[in-house]
């Protein structure tokens, strides 16, 4: 008689594709039926206190979670849309136990994933894994932004967490780029083709 595989759906989501420094965050999360967590939502429509009062909850009741992180060399080197899909097969890879099924939010699915996929636009405001995949790397993300704001202090990573706002252009304009500045994206990589004119 054949033993019927259990079932275990991995939420995935990102956090970071878009900023211009700092890594892109990727979390996948199996959840457990037998332990709900309430007011799992798309983490963008989530304040920052609803975040981290989830986040413990998510990573104790969780039957797997795992959180990768891509840094920018690595950003750099293959392209954010590329990294992000690296991230979401290594989160995915790396759950123990492993998941039978990942649900991606998004229109892309990853190549090379240890299971079955399922692309859900959307899916992290319709899925409580992915939702609860994207409140991890949200969390991880923004603690990491705060940690790096002490050693790369002037650029105002703790507020802005690397996003392109008009505080944190100013800063690029002043300071130059840092190490955590991805030198592929547009405003810092015209920055740095301005300095090698002079």
Avoid at 13 to 27: H, N, Q, S, W
Avoid at 62 to 85: G, P
Avoid at 118 to 128: F, K
Wanted: aromatic share 4%; proline share 7%; with cysteine.
């Amino acid at each position: 008689m054949r033993i019927k595989q259990r079932v275990l759906v991995a939420g995935v989501d990102e956090a970071g594709r878009g900023p211009l420094a700092g890594p892109v965050v990727i979390a996948a999360v199996v959840l457990d039926p037998q332990r709900p967590i309430d007011g799992l939502d798309d983490s963008k429509k989530l304040s920052e206190t609803k975040r981290e009062a989830l986040y413990p909850l998510i990573v104790e009741r969780a039957l797997a979670h795992c959180i990768v992180m891509i840094d920018t060399d690595e950003i750099d080197r293959i392209n954010i849309f590329q990294a992000t899909m690296l991230g979401m097969t290594r989160a995915v890879t790396g759950l123990a136990p492993a998941a039978t099924e990942a649900w991606i939010d998004g229109n892309h699915l990853p190549k090379n994933l240890p299971c079955p996929g399922r692309a859900i636009v959307g899916g992290d405001a319709l899925e409580p894994a992915i939702s609860a995949a994207s409140i991890l790397a949200k969390v991880s993300r923004d603690r990491l932004m705060v940690a790096m704001d002490r050693q790369h202090p002037g650029y105002g990573f703790a507020a802005h967490k690397g996003y392109s706002t008009p505080e944190h252009l100013c800063a690029l304009q002043r300071l130059g780029p840092c190490s955590l500045h991805r030198r592929s994206f547009a405003p810092v990589r015209i920055l740095l083709d301005q300095g090698q004119l002079f």
